[in-house]
């Protein structure tokens, strides 16, 4: 799975499981552009960890859509933290429908969006 760019799985409803499966057999691809895992239920906190790390490691990383994904306030904290840690190239973040009620997940928002000197698209 190294010479992967794009990884688009939207509506598959993966679970929590395939998150944590597919995030881990592509920690070593450092080369993946897209992530796309909308509707995919990482609702746990191994699965939306496994994201976060995956984002970590990327070094093109352009476009995350995890809309419909059910991470909640924690797991949605989680990922953006590991934005905030990954390259500085994000265009897209989709983030909708994750149940995202907290001023917290908002300043993580806004700090992504000014480390990011190309992200155009939020999506909360």
Do not use: W
């Amino acid at each position: 799975m190294g010479s992967l760019r794009q990884v688009s799985l939207s509506e598959n409803r993966l679970g929590k499981e395939g998150v944590i499966i597919l995030c881990r057999s592509l920690l070593n691809n450092v080369e993946l552009q897209v992530i796309d895992l909308a509707d995919s239920y990482a609702n746990e906190e191994t699965a939306y960890v496994s994201i976060r790390h995956l984002m970590e490691r990327t070094q093109f990383l352009s476009r995350v859509n995890l809309n419909d994904c059910f991470l909640g306030n924690v797991g949605t904290k989680v990922v953006l933290q590991g934005l905030l840690n990954s390259n500085p190239n994000l265009a897209e973040l989709k983030l909708a429908h994750n149940e995202i009620d907290d001023d917290e997940v908002a300043e993580l928002i806004c700090e992504v969006i000014k480390t990011k000197r190309f992200l155009e698209v939020v999506c909360k």
